[in-house]
C-alpha cells in the first residue's frame, strides 16, 4: 500500500480498514483479516497493525473474540460513517471555505455544480 | 534480549570506535540502527554476535557473552553481512553445507523466499547477480530462524519489486521472541517496519527510542511559510515550501519521516536529545 508521508502509519491502516468496513467488502460481526495478514499485505510491522487494532477496538469499531480473532462491530459501517461526516465538516470543510474566499468563489455557484456532478453520476 | 554495558572497542590501541556505549534491547521488535558512514554500526553488530570482542564493558545477547562463542549462542544469532561471498555450488549444496549450524533451519521456508524472490533453485550460486545473490542470503537468514538476526544494508541491491517482497516476507516471519536489528540508510525502503530507532553517533547510542514515542514527541510537516509552525526544531526546503521537524506541542500524529529526523538529530542534537529526557 501506498502510504503519505503527513498521517502516522498506523492511523492510515486504521483508515484502511475503516474504508473497508464502509463500503462492506468486510461485513459487519464477520472476521477481519488476522494482524499477521494485514501486515503482510500492506508490508508493515505486525506491531504497527496491532496498534491500529487496538485504536480500533477503542473507538468500538472492531472487536475481538478470544483466540478466534478480530471482527467488525454490527453498526461499524454507520458509526464510520457519522465520524467521518464529523471530520468532513470539522476539518476539510474550513480548509475548502478558506480556499474559496482565497479565489472569490461564491457559495452558490458550488450548488449548480454539486447538482450537475450528481446528475452526472446518476446518467 | 541484548543487554551491553560501558562497551568499548577499536581497532587500534588509541582510537576506539565505541567507547562506553549501552545499549539494551528487547524481542519482538525490528530495530533500525542508524549512523553515519564509519560510525561504528558494523563493530557494533560485530560485537553482538561475537565476531569482534570488546576491549572494555560487557556484552550480553540472550543471556550469553557472544565472545565465548558458544555453539549454543551461534546457532540462534546469524549476521546478514552486506558484502556476501559464496562458494561456487547450487543452492542446494550450500544449504547441506550450511544448515546444519542452525538446528531451526526450516527447508520448506527457505524455498518459499526464494519462489517469492523469483530465483531459479538449480542455478549455481556464482551464475547469480548480485541482487540474486542477496536474495538467496536474505532467504537463508530468515529461515535460520535465528532469535537474533543482525541485517546489513539488507535492500542494497535489490530491484524494485524485490524490495516489495523483502518487507512482505519479513511482516510475515518475525516473531515476538526473535529480534531483528536492520542497519541501513535505505530508509525510504524500510521505514514501514521499523518499530525502533537506534542512533550510533559520538561512539554510542544516542537514542534508542520507539517510532511512537518519536511521534509523540515531535511532529514531522510540510508546510509553505516556516511562520505556521510554533518550535520548529529543523527544516529543509522542499519544492513547495519546508519540510519541518518541530515539537510536537499539538500532539498531532505525523507520520516519522526517518531521513528528517536523522538530519535534524545530527544538526541539533541537544534540542532533538532533550525531548526525550
Known amino acids: ?123 | 534480549m541484548i543487554n551491553i554495558k560501558n562497551l568499548t572497542f577499536g581497532y587500534r590501541p588509541k582510537q576506539m570506535v565505541l567507547e562506553n556505549l549501552n545499549l539494551q534491547i528487547k524481542p519482538g521488535h525490528i530495530y533500525g540502527l542508524l549512523g553515519r558512514n564509519g560510525a561504528g554500526k558494523s563493530s557494533l553488530s560485530h560485537n553482538i554476535c561475537g565476531l569482534l570482542f570488546p576491549v572494555s564493558g560487557t556484552c550480553q545477547v540472550s543471556g550469553e557473552i557472544p565472545a565465548g562463542r558458544d555453539p549454543k549462542f551461534l546457532q540462534q544469532v546469524y549476521l546478514l553481512p552486506e558484502e556476501i561471498y559464496l562458494p561456487n555450488v547450487s543452492i542446494k549444496s550450500y544449504l547441506d553445507i550450511y544448515a546444519p549450524f542452525y538446528p531451526a533451519f526450516d527447508r520448506d521456508m527457505f524455498y518459499r523466499f526464494i519462489l517469492e524472490f523469483d530465483i531459479p533453485k538449480e542455478h549455481k550460486l556464482q551464475d547469480m547477480s548480485y541482487g540474486q545473490k542477496k536474495k538467496v542470503m536474505i532467504s537463508f537468514a530468515l529461515a535460520t530462524q535465528a532469535k537474533v538476526l543482525l541485517m546489513d544494508e539488507p535492500t542494497n541491491g535489490l530491484d524494485i519489486p524485490s524490495k516489495k517482497q523483502f518487507r512482505k516476507i519479513i511482516a510475515g516471519v518475525i516473531k515476538d521472541d526473535q529480534l531483528i536489528i536492520i542497519s541501513t540508510h535505505q530508509v525510504k525502503d524500510l521505514d514501514s517496519l521499523i518499530d525502533y530507532v537506534l542512533i550510533l553517533e559520538d561512539k554510542q547510542i544516542i537514542l534508542n527510542q520507539p517510532v511512537e514515542n518519536i511521534t509523540e514527541k515531535l511532529a514531522f510537516k510540510q508546510v509553505i511559510n516556516l511562520d505556521e509552525v510554533a518550535s520548529p526544531i529543523y527544516n529543509e526546503g522542499a519544492l513547495k515550501g519546508y519540510a519541518v521537524v518541530a515539537i510536537n506541542h499539538k500532539k498531532e500524529n505525523s507520520r516519522l519521516d526517518m531521513e528528517m529526523f536523522f538530519n535534524a538529530l545530527l544538526s541539533e542534537k541537544q534540542l532533538v536529545l532533550s525531548q526525550f529526557n
Not at chain 1, 50 to 76: C, W
Not at chain 1, 106 to 121: D, G, M
Request: hydrophobic content about 40%.
Open chain 1, 1 to 123: 500500500m501506498d502510504f503519505n508521508n503527513t498521517q502516522a502509519i498506523y492511523l492510515q491502516i486504521a483508515d484502511y480498514v475503516c474504508d473497508k468496513i464502509q463500503l462492506k467488502v468486510w461485513k459487519e460481526d464477520e472476521k477481519i483479516p488476522s494482524v499477521r495478514e494485514l501486515a503482510v499485505m500492506l508490508e508493515v510491522n505486525p506491531n504497527t497493525v496491532m496498534r491500529s487494532y487496538e485504536y480500533l477496538q477503542h473507538q468500538e469499531i472492531i472487536y475481538t473474540k478470544r483466540g478466534m480473532g478480530y471482527f467488525a462491530q454490527a453498526n461499524a459501517a454507520k458509526s464510520i460513517l457519522k465520524t467521518r461526516q464529523q471530520q468532513f465538516m470539522n476539518e476539510e470543510l474550513p480548509l475548502l471555505f478558506k480556499k474559496m474566499q482565497l479565489l472569490s468563489i461564491p457559495v452558490t455557484e458550488l450548488q449548480n455544480r454539486y447538482e450537475q456532478f450528481i446528475n452526472q453520476k446518476n446518467n
